[in-house]
């Protein structure tokens, strides 16, 4: 038996507090994501696994959106008030996940989930693949040479080297 705990999922808010759904950050807190109000507040060296949005509607949603920290992590939008097609426009925009309110608080923590764990994925892939390339190359020089490449794709790196 393991005693090593999961890393929290790290969601970054944006957006102001107050439109926020009510008990939102207690809720989320209690089922183990850890909140971020700021980048300068997670840890050095760590992004976000997800950004969550809540405006009050979906006016200056564009400009929202455009402005929202977290680099490349999945953005999430909770709107307060609007219909369903604030919801068509956020996902158009780039949005991973939209919804407006009345929001199911457990809703949002199992779409927050199912993001953070598409978000993940990807990198997961590179990291098998890169394995398998490695494990392709017999010669020891080789070897070498695919590990420094694709740590350098993983870090989108135009140089790297492994002393």
């Known amino acids: 038996m393991s005693d ?5 999922i790290r969601i970054l808010l944006l957006g102001e507090p107050s439109t926020r759904p009510e008990g939102l950050e207690r809720a989320l807190a209690r089922s183990g994501f850890r909140l971020l109000e700021s980048l300068e507040s997670a840890p050095p060296h760590q992004s976000v696994d997800l950004r969550l949005l809540t405006l009050a509607n979906a006016d200056g949603l564009d400009d929202a959106l455009g402005r929202a920290d977290g680099g490349t992590a999945p953005i999430v939008v909770v709107l307060g008030s609007g219909r369903p097609a604030d919801v068509v426009r956020a996902l158009s925009l780039g949005a991973a996940d939209a919804l407006v309110a009345p929001v199911h608080l457990p809703e949002l923590e199992a779409r ?3 993001r953070a764990g598409q978000a993940a994925q990807p990198a997961t892939t590179s990291v098998l693949d890169a394995v398998q390339e490695i494990w392709a190359n017999v010669r020891n020089e080789e070897i070498l040479r695919a590990l420094v490449r694709r740590v350098g794709q993983a870090l989108d790196l135009s140089h790297c080297s492994i002393i």
Not at 4 to 8: G, I, V
């Open 112 to 114: 927050l989930r199912a």
């Open 4 to 8: 090593h705990q999961p890393e929290p």
